[in-house]
T-cell receptor, first 114, second 114 residues
Framework: AQSVAQPEDQVNVAEGNPLTVKCTYSVSGNPYLFWYVQYPNRGLQFLLKYITGDNLVKGSYGFEAEFNKSQTSFHLKKPSALVSDSALYFCAVRDSNAGNMLTFGGGTRLMVKP | DAGITQSPRHKVTETGTPVTLRCHQTENHRYMYWYRQDPGHGLRLIHYSYGVKDTDKGEVSDGYSVSRSKTEDFLLTLESATSSQTSVYFC?????????????FGPGTRLLVL
């Protein structure tokens, strides 16, 4: 069975500092990995995804994520955080052996302070 | 929110009453999904549809039914609402079921069952 873990409920970072939101996964086949962001009272917005190829994936709003197969991780990063990046972030995985099911992590709240 | 609307956006109901939530898309995508979002659980799939009149169960389908009579509309029904179904419900769409296909989400419906 596929699973996703986001080990931090909340990440605090100062504006201008780099940020990392962690995600680890477990699949039996090849992983397809996604990051979404949720602003208050809004739906989830797609940020980026890893399919294959380059381990560093670039996405919307200056975010990027690094796929690490040996560590089964897909951490979300941004070189310089903005206060407006404060939101709830979800990692999700789909296993190539598990049909159409997309499994989400529990979410990490990012707080960027001025 | 990717041409997806959900109605109602907020609803308060009493235990034992039937409730129907509507998802409407203007993207002509074949696949539609219903998720529920609960703190600490991320999003969990309730049901999904792969075409008109074609639906299947997800991870947490007990107590829910769905119908899709038109490509653009996907209805979620709680036959007899319970307090455990208090949640935020999200509809999502995707063009295909390939493993790397991105799902796009609607704005959500906040349901409170008293």
């Amino acid at each position: 069975a596929q699973s996703v873990a986001q080990p931090e409920d909340q990440v605090n970072v100062a504006e201008g500092n780099p940020l990392t939101v962690k995600c680890t996964y477990s699949v039996s086949g090849n992983p397809y990995l996604f990051w979404y962001v949720q602003y208050p009272n809004r739906g989830l917005q797609f940020l980026l995804k890893y399919i294959t190829g380059d381990n560093l994936v670039k996405g919307s709003y200056g975010f990027e994520a690094e796929f690490n197969k040996s560590q089964t991780s897909f951490h979300l990063k941004k070189p310089s955080a903005l206060v407006s990046d404060s939101a709830l972030y979800f990692c999700a995985v789909r296993d190539s052996n598990a049909g159409n099911m997309l499994t989400f992590g529990g979410g990490t709240r990012l707080m960027v302070k001025p | 929110d990717a041409g997806i609307t959900q109605s109602p956006r907020h609803k308060v109901t009493e235990t034992g009453t039937p409730v129907t939530l509507r998802c409407h898309q203007t993207e002509n995508h074949r696949y539609m999904y219903w998720y529920r979002q609960d703190p600490g659980h991320g999003l969990r799939l309730i049901h999904y549809s792969y075409g008109v009149k074609d639906t299947d169960k997800g991870e947490v389908s007990d107590g829910y039914s769905v119908s899709r009579s038109k490509t653009e509309d996907f209805l979620l029904t709680l036959e007899s609402a319970t307090s455990s179904q208090t949640s935020v419900y999200f509809c999502a769409i995707s063009e295909s079921s390939t493993s790397w296909e991105t799902q796009y989400f609607g704005p959500g419906t906040r349901l409170l069952v008293l």
